[in-house]
């Protein structure tokens, strides 16, 4: 049966040269119309999304259609943007059975499916470090994927293309289905036996080669965007009867619509022990719970349930009581999920004596949700974070509507004031060919300082932050470390600045699906760190930690990370102390 889809995918045309330079000229006039970090890319990274001439050339030269969309990901994949990013037309998949990170700078195995790799004939193990690929360094080889699979963050870039190497979808990686049947692989045993293994690629889906220069590539993508189990939404409550409205609102989250495969459908893997487990080629991304083991004594409160939008408990270290509230992302812009964190807020006000906040590996959502939660934590007014927008025509119209829906529905006048306020500015920019507008307030917050709840958290606190602490979850430790709430403890933030739209149709001959960031998030101060102008910028620069703190060595992983939570307790304790007369 793989024979015969093989041989079918051949069938098709390519595309001429002139359809491939149509094609090109499509994508990078969608990204000079809307792509809102432009100049950021420019003046930050050197690099220029309007000088295309090398890139057409490679367009021109191209001998298959899989280089032509090579080459067109690797235009994109240069912005070094998480929020945007090219996805082919193609569920094809090619999966070795194991997966890896990076840990201690080196790959590192931290995952195996068994059901793929039996222990008797694949002996190696969670911890082993995985050393090449037919030949090729395994980092190498992520190295080479980065091209494709640009990030916000290096750190995140590599540990996302990382996954690629060993599950290696066609609809981010065009040239998957070039792997071969089997590949050699070069394993470290952690007693530094080094072992190789062949091991076949399990392929499954339709391999597309060929483009048709008259047909459509083949198959949609059945690959799932970041977190299947929640559909990004609006509730009424919160926006009841504002569609118009409530579609700006949808326009200030971020990377749940950004074209990331990490699986392709929720399975399972077999563990060492033979228990299934759900599947994540990046462990712990969008995860309800901590990768880590909570500590000895930890009172679960919210996470048992498939209805708890947060993780939560309480623990006892030196003598203290020490709270903690996991978000997972910030798609609890809802009367439910708000109320659910109000509530914690509330016990944790009354039951601890300080607060650990982890949004670690938190892949994102609406904004507001990051807002209304730095108005429970901050017990003082605070200054919020805005966003600079690309004065497109489209987000130009959407504000327009909302004006007319609110005029319509007889809002309150400051609301309509300002929606037009902002409208204007919007139509002013473009008018005056301006490539952004100032900063605007998120979510028609009135104003950029805004009052804190009664109940906000009044203790001291720490946040734990990553580099996969994505797009809102950069927002929301950087609102905290404006305002001096508290530590910012880990790793420099994903670095994904900015609010995203799509995945839409983006090219032509090609039907590449594309999403493209349309606004810079701009922090209420400057900062100023090494290789970046200073700036209010979060786009790539990220929300820097107090206290570096890097979850990503193997001791952690082979001890469930209580050297990482250890280290975590003595920060929120000794802030805990340094805050009593």
Known sequence: MVSV?????NLFAALTEEQRVQDFQTLTAAYAKAYGPANWKLLALGNSIFDTA?????????????EHLQVMMEYVGAFKDTHTALQMRSNFLADLGFYCDVYDGKAVIDTIDRAILPTRTYPFVVGDEFVSLDGRPALEVAQELEKVAGWGNPRAQLRYALQGVTLRFQGGYPLAVNLPDESSVAIKRQDGTLETYKIRWEKTGYPVRNLGSLGT??????SV?????????VEAGVLADRPARKAIVEKFQGTQKAIRNFRTERRTVVNDEGKSLPFESLR????RAPRWTTPSGFLIRLGRSATDTFYSGTYVADGLRIGYIRARNYLFYTNAGLNQLANEIVYMNN???????DVMLNNGGVVCAAVEMAAMLIPQELTISGFSFRPSQAIISSFDAALTEAEFFGDAQHEIDLIRFQRDLLVGANETSRGMTGSLTPCFYSDFKQTSYAFAYQKPMIVLVDDFSTSAADLFPAMIQDNARGKLVGMRTNG???NVTGPVPITSWSELLGTETISMAMRSKEWSYEGFPKSPFIENVGVRPDVELDYMTVDNLLNAGRPFVTAFTKVIVDEIRAARP
């Open 225 to 233: 965007y970041f977190d299947d189990e929640e559909a990004t939404r």
């Open 284 to 287: 712990g991304f969008g995860a």
């Open 5 to 9: 889809l093989l041989l079918t995918s």
């Open 54 to 66: 090398g890139w057409m050339k490679r367009v021109r030269a191209a001998k298959s259609d899989l």
């Open 217 to 222: 590539p083949g198959a949609l993508s059945s």
């Open 496 to 498: 994904a600045g900015g």
């Open 351 to 357: 039951n601890t004596d300080g607060l650990v906040v």
